[in-house]
């Protein structure tokens, strides 16, 4: 087993549209590039292909809140931490620390449809898979839809 810093995809060494399922629980508020993150995962997925995943997401926000700001991706000294010394109940309640730099608003599902994606959720709980107080994602490739190109967002 290899760690994957949050500065690094993981998903680098796969090929382009080599895999039919991506799945990731509650872990993209803590990978500094998530948007970098999306983008691997479209590109590395087949046509049709799906992405499934959780993370914590407020819907009264309509941004998504950055904690942390990358100046450069290869060396997170340079990292820029952005909580104000007043944390906001928000950010406790979407747990706000330097280990989860993102907090998801509402604009997530537009940059996925942006990126490509058709996309459906559920704030359902499902306890017997674990996913209980979260939004469940599920997203379908559909590269006749991508807004942008995903090599450079």
């Given at each position: 087993m290899r760690t994957?810093?949050?500065?690094?995809?993981?998903?680098?060494?796969f090929s382009d549209e080599s895999l039919d399922l991506v799945i990731t629980s509650d872990a993209m508020e803590h990978v500094c590039l998530d948007d970098l993150a999306h983008r691997e995962i479209y590109r590395v997925l087949?046509?049709?292909?799906?992405?499934?995943?959780?993370?914590p997401h407020d819907r009264s926000l309509e941004q998504t809140m950055i904690r942390v700001q990358v100046n450069d991706p290869n060396d997170?000294?340079?990292?820029?931490?952005?909580l104000s010394?007043?944390?906001t109940a928000t950010?406790?309640?979407?747990?706000?620390s330097v280990r989860c730099p993102t907090g998801y608003g509402r604009n997530l599902e537009s940059y996925l449809t942006r990126l490509?994606?058709?996309l459906d959720y559920s704030r359902k709980d499902l306890s017997?898979?674990?996913?209980?107080?979260?939004?469940?994602?599920?997203?379908?490739?559909?590269?006749a839809k991508a807004k942008f190109s995903p090599e450079n967002g």
């Open positions: 994957i810093h949050p500065h690094e995809s993981a998903l680098s060494p087949k046509p049709s292909g799906v992405y499934i995943f959780t993370v997170p000294e340079k990292d820029v931490h952005c010394p007043n944390i950010q406790i309640l979407m747990k706000a490509g994606f058709e017997n898979f674990g996913i209980l107080n979260t939004e469940l994602y599920y997203c379908r490739k559909n590269p």
